[in-house]
């Protein structure tokens, strides 16, 4: 009984170890600033944004989006969209964190558009 009971213990063990997600060390988005405070946007890579916390993620895809939509000549804002691309972006940056961000906005945007049926004029 006892053997039993000590394999019952080592294989909960076992199972409780790889239950636990390993976690990462999320730092803030300063940390890619430059001496003056500013952010080089085109140079972030989706590691750094997917590093980062929440909030800052969140504000620096906000940035990004109205920046391309300032680009577009759009002065407006679809909350529903937006809160769903910026989701899209923190997960394609997951799953690519070798790109720059403004490439993964790029690609999301496009997918975006397309899923809706949004053509860009020229």
């Not at 803030?28 to 001496?35: G, I, M, N, R």
């Not at 909030?55 to 391309?68: H, I, K, P, V």
């Not at 529903?80 to 940056?93: D, G, M, Q, T, W």
Request: with cysteine; net charge positive.
């Amino acid at each position: 009984m006892e053997r039993k009971m000590y394999r019952a213990l080592i294989f909960a063990s076992l199972i409780s170890a790889t239950a636990i997600p390993v976690a990462r060390a999320q730092v803030d988005l300063s940390t890619y600033a430059d001496a003056n405070g500013f952010l080089n946007v085109q140079k972030l890579t989706c590691a750094q944004l997917a590093g980062t916390w929440q909030g800052d993620a969140d504000r620096l895809t906000a940035w990004y989006s109205g920046w391309y939509n300032g680009l577009a000549r759009k002065h407006y804002m679809d909350i529903v969209k937006s809160k769903e691309a910026e989701h899209e972006i923190i997960v394609y940056c997951k799953a690519n964190p070798g790109e720059l961000i403004i490439e993964a906005v790029a690609v999301v945007f496009k997918d975006m558009r397309a899923r809706l049926g949004i053509e860009m004029k020229p």
